[in-house]
């Protein structure tokens, strides 16, 4: 036996092999079950049933709130674009819910009058003089320019 | 039932046998009766101490209980009721809340079936068998892990492959490494006395 104590190997073994072969208190089970069955029962009395329900339903509870993110998002991106609308005086964008194809939009059939001391939109002048935008330059249709209050410099 | 009807209990009943309270309990009354010793083995493997590996194994079957909708996803139940108690047996000693091991090498010696302690006695003493313990433990975590977990017969190498999350090849060659580490430290404290 002395070739085995003083074996390397055979200690390791020797070792694991206690250590492996450790046997448990005979009511381990026993003990085990009686826990998990208190446990099981608390969960039932504390609330456990209303989180049974919401984890067991998550699928469901996600997709609805993913649902009303995504609305919210349509429905703020859509109050702010009628915040933000273009309100040039000829055209004529349906009043509604902002939800609309390009072909409702309406061109007004007669050139808009333009009010007094009002600067037409498609003549632009700087201060210093040095952008200006022709009376002959090409316009979209539909568009009135009416005369300038100021004379053009050439 | 239609078509679609059949179609929609397959996507919404995908684990009937799990559905009551009661299969998931005599699930786990049956998981407790098979697997308790070897998870009981595995937690003391690690801390060494009775009580402790006591309390991890009822740890585990209560994390067992609080995850119980996922019973029907686990492919190898032992793989993971071992995994989870080698995880809380590696947070308590981490945490340094293991009680003192070294009363528990006699308990342990005690508790091994007579015939089996005696052949054991005559290869290791209980004072060299905690020091073989105590290299083991200044072996490297996956080396370590590995050289345990082999020491459970109810293990199989694949098995130990999944705990570790590795391939069953790396897990040869880290018992390989932990035996070989394992015998040179035992050499040099042998020639040092």
């Not at chain 1, 085995?4 to 072969?21: G, K, V, W």
């Not at chain 1, 009511?27 to 009686?34: F, G």
């Amino acid at each position: 036996m002395t070739f085995y104590r003083n074996n390397p190997d055979e200690q390791i073994n020797a070792a694991l092999r206690r250590l492996a072969s450790a046997v448990p208190p005979p009511d381990l089970e026993q003990r085990v079950q009686a826990r998990l069955r208190y446990k099981s029962a608390e969960r039932k009395t504390s609330g456990g049933k209303l989180m049974d329900f919401f984890f067991g339903q998550r699928i469901i509870f996600a997709s609805a709130a993913a649902g009303l993110v995504c609305f919210m998002i349509v429905v703020g991106s859509v109050q702010h674009s009628h915040q933000r609308a273009f309100s040039a005086p000829a055209i004529h964008l349906p009043s509604g819910n902002g939800l609309g194809t390009a072909s409702s939009t309406h061109i007004a059939p007669a050139p808009i009058a333009v009010p007094e001391h009002s600067r037409p939109r498609s003549e632009h002048k700087v201060e210093d003089g040095r952008a200006t935008v022709s009376r002959d330059a090409h316009k979209p249709k539909g568009v009135a320019v009416p005369e300038s209050t100021a004379p053009e410099k050439p | 039932m239609s078509s679609f009807e059949a179609q929609a209990a397959g996507w919404f009943y995908t684990q009937p046998v799990l559905k009551s309270r009661e299969d998931v309990s005599e699930i786990i009354t049956a998981l407790v009766a098979e697997y308790s010793t070897t998870l009981y083995r595995v937690a003391y493997s690690v801390t060494r101490n009775s009580a402790e590996a006591e309390d991890i194994v009822q740890e585990t079957f209560l994390r067992v209980l609080k995850h119980q909708n996922k019973l029907g996803e686990i492919r190898d139940a032992r793989v993971w009721l071992v995994r989870i108690a080698w995880n809380l047996a590696l947070d308590r000693k981490r945490r340094g809340k293991t009680r003192p091991e070294t009363e528990d090498i006699a308990d342990l010696v005690r508790t091994l079936p007579s015939a089996e302690r005696r052949a054991d006695d005559e290869v290791i003493s209980t004072q060299e068998q905690a020091r073989v313990l105590a290299l083991i433990d200044n072996l490297p975590v996956k080396e370590r892990q590995a050289l345990l977990l082999s020491a459970m017969d109810e293990l199989s190498t694949a098995e130990i492959a999944g705990i570790c999350s590795t391939t069953e090849s790396s897990i040869r060659s880290r018992i390989f490494r932990a035996r070989r580490d394992l015998a040179v430290m035992l050499e040099k404290q042998g020639s040092n006395r």
